[in-house]
C-alpha cells in the first residue's frame, strides 16, 4: 500500500508558481519602467567654514599674526567643549604681495586660513559663529547643513522607488491586458537634480521634523533615489 502525498511546502509551492508563470511568459515581451522616490529628513549636523585673511610688510610677522589668530580661534573651539574631531584646519597659505605682477616687486606677504567646525546643535550655530568673529576670523564662507543618516535614508528611498516602478508596470500590463512578470534587470539611475521627478511613478516621504531656533531654521535634506526597472510580460 503506498503512503499517502505529502502536500506541497511552501518553497515548493513557491517554485511551482515561478515555474508556470515563466511558461506563460511570452519570450521577448518585456516593460521598462523607472521609479523615482524622495525622502525628506531634517538636518542634524552644522558645518561651519571659518576663517580670516591679513596683511602685514614682513614674512615673519605675517606668519606670527596668522599663528596668533589662529590659535585664538582654536581657544573659541575650547572653552565650546568642541571635539577635537569635529575640527579641521584648511587652506593654509601664506604669500608674498606684489605692486607689480610684471616687475615682481614684493611689498608684503598676506596669511590666510580656514577652520571647518562641526556642531551638533542648532542652538550653537550663531554663538560659535560670533565667538570666532571677536577672537579674529574676518570671514564665514558657508553654514552647512548635513544629515548623520544620509546613507540609510538613500537606501529606504530606493526600495521606495523600486515599489513606485512595480506599482507603474502593473498599471502598464493590465491596461496591456498582460501580467506582470519577475524582474528582469535593475538599474539606478543617476538623480537629475535639475529635473524635478515624474510625479507619476514618484514616492514622497517626509520623515522628521526641522528645527528652528530663535534666528535659524533648518529645513529638511532631500535624499532621492530613481530606478529603472524591466519586468517580464505574462499571459492573463
Not at 164 to 178: C, F, H, I, V
Request: aromatic share 4%; net charge neutral; no cysteine.
Amino acid at each position: 500500500m503506498s503512503a499517502p502525498a505529502l502536500p506541497p511546502r511552501d518553497s515548493d509551492r513557491d517554485r511551482l508558481v515561478a515555474h508556470r508563470a515563466r511558461r506563460r511568459a511570452v519570450p521577448g515581451r518585456t516593460i521598462t519602467v523607472s521609479g523615482a522616490a524622495e525622502i525628506l529628513t531634517a538636518p542634524d549636523t552644522f558645518e561651519l567654514t571659518i576663517g580670516f585673511d591679513l596683511q602685514a610688510t614682513s614674512l615673519e610677522q605675517a606668519r606670527d599674526d596668522s599663528r596668533r589668530r589662529a590659535a585664538a580661534l582654536l581657544d573659541v573651539v575650547s572653552q565650546r567643549s568642541i571635539p577635537d574631531s569635529d575640527v579641521q584646519t584648511q587652506d593654509l597659505a601664506l604669500q608674498p604681495r606684489y605692486d607689480n605682477y610684471e616687475h615682481r616687486k614684493i611689498v608684503g606677504y598676506q596669511a590666510t586660513r580656514n577652520l571647518v567646525v562641526t556642531l551638533h546643535d542648532l542652538d550653537d550655530v550663531e554663538p560659535v559663529l560670533y565667538d570666532m568673529l571677536a577672537a579674529g576670523a574676518n570671514r564665514v564662507d558657508r553654514v552647512q547643513f548635513h544629515s548623520s543618516v544620509v546613507r540609510d535614508k538613500r537606501a529606504e528611498a530606493r526600495v521606495l522607488a523600486v515599489q513606485a516602478a512595480r506599482d507603474k508596470a502593473t498599471a502598464m500590463a493590465e491596461a496591456l491586458g498582460q501580467a506582470l512578470g519577475e524582474p528582469l534587470r535593475v538599474d539606478e539611475v543617476a538623480v537629475d537634480t535639475w529635473r524635478p521627478p515624474a510625479m507619476n511613478n514618484f514616492a514622497l516621504t517626509n520623515d522628521s521634523t526641522p528645527q528652528i531656533s530663535d534666528t535659524v531654521a533648518t529645513g529638511r535634506i532631500r535624499v532621492q533615489a530613481n530606478v529603472s526597472v524591466t519586468f517580464a510580460l505574462v499571459r492573463q
